[in-house]
């Protein structure tokens, strides 16, 4: 609890909907904030995984309970802000080792005014949500009364059924490589910059345009393939970006989508989306490829999965299945040349074994263009 | 990909003896690998020349062979069993060096003998410094510059290449790093690595850039047939580059890396295991990272299971030579459930959600003259592994499981000097961490001490947390500590203990208890599942920690509390370990729900299946009590654990709670030499003229009384520890004095020395009713050399009749003064055929594992039952305890002088083997008798 070397330490409170409230010091940002309280259990990459945009609005727990032992540094954001709501640790780091921090993790926390509480007993928690299932939580170092924060939680918006990539989607379309490949047109749902890299480490001309652009004004720059975007929120809440999904698919250009992506092109295709009891969140999740038998341990982050039960032969095949509950993990599309995966094969933080997914899409674009080629 | 059904029967290669570098984690790998397989349906036959191994005994394999490890022994075997495969990876480097030979000779091959879990070639590339180097540079992964050298004078040119000194010296396949180290100076460069050249079989060193201060990691894989890699633990060495890894202290999972550090470590460890060969199986890796710069290199691969990977399965839970056993066999590890949880796959990588720390048990103060400084050679004896929810409470745990008298990481006794601890940080000691934790109580700071000692801040910044602790604890007497600061300190590993010694008024342990537990502050269980609490898990694997709620549901079974024997240590080894775990199963076979609490990481008594209920915990009063009140037992067992467990008789009588089998009053009587002497007096049983002294006066004084030789030694310790002989009053007051040094205020025992008398270990098993003796083993090194270190012949040898007959009539008679219920050992010695008896220990001795593979009776079982009620009648009468042993069953101990080569080879009352064989021989023609009989008198010493 006490931070021995950190004489400043707070009290501070998290209060979960269910009515349950545990003590703690205050981290970061002093003040209040609120969220779906949600767990992660990768042992490495909290920065990244705190600028994930597929996380925004979530109050993140991470269940290894040292955190901020290497600092932060700008190598390892994933957006240019932190996307969590706020953070639950169980014995936070203030003095870090590590040549390539540029800051502590508690300056950077501070520099971004985001709340977090440590001394909190984070396994608690897990198996707590674990049982009962996600729920909205807040934690505050300015109000401290118990019932105050429980009804907060209560009252915070419930993430089902919420639209939250408009929030975190880019501005204005922009470009973030050029190379000799193929032109990737990305539409932003929260895209991690990790998936950016990926295609650009590849000779990737990328542009990345904001969700709510039309269809029509993506393929005006011509794109050789579409990248739907992993993201924040509910994608049945999404009909906008179900519908330019569904236009896509008739456009005949090669489709790639990751994560939120994965279920927009799944819902555009006529399969079903529901929430999961308790999201998966981690860098361990074994995926086995059922082409090759391989498996690959992945990264992942979701709370909405595609029902296997809604899944058509003429539609789709299963392509990847998680090992641990059985779960679509990804899909080849039918009646267009396109596939999804619903973790993350960019990592960052995590293992590298999916990588070659973004290898697959460019030899479907390769392939496609020499069907084009000959068509024509 | 199922498993193969084109073998049946595997043949299992075991590690052999326990020497420093290959220790009982292989009893682990190899016995959890058994099991495996015989689920499988193989037929597992075992070969291996420890007897004190549970790998060794009936409910591990179907077929077991006690024989050397050498290629004639495992042609004969072949010979009568023609297996159809072979699996050499669960017997460390031993195993893998035979199978390597036999592979040579084209033994393997001319069978038709498959080699599972393992390509002949990898072993040859990773051992063969140059061919790995090669292959590493080919697949793009960075190493340290090196260069192997056939003779001094290349030697020399390569150190001058490489800019001179430090460098360091690896000789070629050697064990534990045997012969290697550091050369710092110049003077002693030609001696060192003469003698790597010497040690290595090929006769070839390693002259390698010296990596002082980088930082040492190693992570342990596991490969399937269909090539899916997962990394099921990391490691990192808190002790950087320059000290053996089995002498370094440990931390898992990592702690310093980010991500993308630590993904790039992941992809060199796969891409380093898929290079060299196609084999399933675990791997481990070690690499050296440069906290500077950023790069990192590899060190080594490992293609087997080894000391580390029985670390991360303890560590993570991850049962892996099970797994790396059936993936040997053709499963691949999407086949495989996780066993933890039961219902989620084992092809996933463990993420934990505390930390681990492992530090190593030495025993220099056996080694007179030994150099103490660690280097790449590794010599500790054993290690200690705990568990807590962050480092520093692990940390206080480990220092808590070492019994070496300490409570925690210091704070617990009066304050170091400090141009000691300045002396002591400036080189790799055995107490590092503590001196570190020294050095910032007396002010020196973070960046000073990294300077010094390279390690990484971070540790060194945790360590200061507690030392802050300790002076807010400090300022306060025990009214003033308030719930929040307790529980605080609790939260960061401090025992009572030492929160006792801290505070400002003078209380006891059992006054903070007390304290605590009127503020509510008990500690919590949890539950190590391999998945961070992300599913539910099954196996009843516990540690204990301070948080808000206890994972560790009580059931209404009547249950036992089996206390382990904590690390391996010269005396008490991996034969406890082994009494224990039969322990365990007995009273599981009687109904009763078997607790047990260890802090061992190479044990089979910590495999998560082993017990109804494993608290991984040190073996310290505060934690066993804690542990005890958690759960309620009906009474504890003591006897199986050697001194670790027999220690806390005292307080477990004093505290009410039941001792099952011999009581307390007894145990204590026979300890007590006075008391016990009495007895034998009583009991008209000869014993030596003895002695008692609390100061060097009074020793001398009760030495020139009862004459020279005179043996001198502390009382309660096992393995002879400080034993010495003496044979005038000057060398009395300098081993009193030694004594004294390492056993503060501890009683002197002075015995009178029988020159030239045989010795005779035996042991018994008394009900109330009857006492049944498992066995008579005569030693075939005179009186004088330490029973652990005597050839010991079973039955004796040259012992006349009447002799066996007063033998078995005092042990009889001890057995029932002292109302033994359970096992008893009794050494005597023999000199012109009168029988004197020099000490009795109601509890089990190192000798019962062996005298049960001499016997083919399962005598932990028998004893532990009879501890619990059950009369020796039973077994009798269904024929169990009827002797299979044809001939002589000779122990012999097993030494590794050769780590220590500045340790003069003698033998004495001190024990100092760190193993043993046995060996079956039908005559005493035999060489196993009359090679060790022709030298009985080579090595004695005081």
Known sequence: ?376 | MPKRTDIHKILLIGSGPIVIGQACEFDYSGSQAARALRAEGYEVVLVNSNPATIMTDPVTADKIYLRDLTPASIHQIVEIERPDAVLPTMGGQTALNLAQTLHEQGFWQERGIHVIGVDIDAIRITEDRQEFRDLMERIGIDQARSRTAKSLLEAKEIAQELGGLPVVIRPSYTLGGSGGGIVWHPDEFDRKVMRGLELSPVHQVLIEECLFGWKEYELELLRDANDNVIIICSIENLDPMGVHTGDSVTVAPQQTLTDKQFQQMRDAAIRAMRSIGTFAGGCNIQFAFDPVSGRMIVIEINPRVSRSSALASKATGYPIAKVAARLAVGYTLDELPNEITGTTSACFEPSIDYVVTKIPRWNFEKFEGVDEELTTQMKAVGEVMAIGRTFPESLQKAWQSLELGYAGLGADREPADRSEVRQRLKKPYWDRTLQIRNALKLGASVEEIHDITRVDPWFLYQIQDLVTMEEQISRRALVQLDRDLLWEAKRLGFSDAQIAFLLEDDVSEDDVRAHRKALGITPTYQLVDTCAGEFPARTPYFYSSYETASESVVSDRKKVLILGSGPNRIGQGIEFDYSCVHGVLAAREMGYEALMINCNPETVSTDFDVADKLYFEPVFWEKVLDVIEHERPEGVIVQLGGQTALKLAARLHEAGIPILGTSYEMMDLAEDRGKFSAILKELEIPFPPYGMAHDVAEAVRVAEQIGYPILVRPSYVLGGQGMRIAINKTEVEQYVRQIWKLLPGNEILLDLFLDGATEIDCDAVFDGEEVWITGIMQHIEPAGVHSGDSTAVLPPYDLSETVQNTIRRYVEDIARRLEVRGLINVQLIVKDETVYVIEANPRASRTVPFVAKATGIPISNIATKVMLGEKLKTFREAGLLESKLKGYAIKEPVFSWDKFPEVPKELGPEMKSTGEAIAFVDALTDEHFSRPYAIRNLYLSR
């Open chain 1, 1 to 376: 609890m006490t931070e021995p070397t950190h004489p400043s330490a707070a009290p501070c409170k998290l209060a979960l909907a269910d009515g349950t409230v545990v003590k703690g010091l205050a981290i970061g940002h002093r003040g209040e904030t609120g969220g779906e309280l949600c767990f992660n259990t990768s042992m490495t990459g909290y920065q990244e995984i705190f600028t994930d945009p597929s996380y925004h609005g979530q109050i993140m727990m991470m269940t290894y309970p040292h955190i901020g032992n290497y600092g932060a540094s700008d190598e390892d954001m994933e957006a240019d802000r932190p996307m969590i709501a706020g953070l639950v640790v169980r014995q936070f780091t203030h003095r870090y080792s590590n040549q390539l921090a540029d800051e502590s993790l508690e300056r950077f926390l501070k520099r971004h005014k985001l709340v977090g509480i440590t001394g909190v007993d984070t396994r608690r928690l897990v198996r707590h949500i674990r049982t009962k299932g996600v729920m909205n939580a807040v934690i505050s170092s300015i109000d401290l009364d118990d019932e105050s924060l429980v009804e907060k939680a209560r009252r915070w918006p419930s993430m089902e059924g919420l639209e939250l990539a408009s929030r975190v989607t880019t501005g204005t379309a922009y470009d973030f490589s050029t190379g000799p490949g193929p032109r990737i047109a990305v539409y932003d749902y929260g895209v991690k910059r990790n998936i950016l890299r990926m295609f650009r480490d590849r000779g990737c001309t990328v542009r990345v345009f904001p969700a709510s652009t039309p269809l029509a004004g993506v393929l005006g720059w011509q794109p050789d393939g579409l990248f739907f975007s992993n993201g924040p929120g509910d994608p049945r809440a999404m009909p906008d970006a179900i519908d330019t999904a569904r236009q896509a698919m008739t456009t005949g250009l090669p489709i790639f989508g990751i994560c939120l992506g994965h279920q927009l092109m799944s819902l555009a295709a006529g399969l079903d989306v529901y929430k999961m009891y308790v999201g998966h969140r981690g860098a361990n999740h074994p995926v086995q490829n059922l082409a090759t038998r391989r498996v690959e341990v992945t990264t992942q982050n979701h709370g909405f999965a595609v029902d296997p039960k809604s899944l058509r032969d003429d539609v789709a095949v299963l392509t990847h299945r998680n090992l641990n509950d059985d779960t679509v993990e990804g899909l080849r599309f039918k009646q267009f040349v396109g596939f999804s995966v619903q973790y993350h094969p960019e990592a960052s933080p995590g293992p590298h074994d999916s990588r070659y997914l973004f290898d697959t899409f460019l030899q479907d674009i390769a392939e496609h263009r020499g069907v084009r080629v000959k068509a024509g």
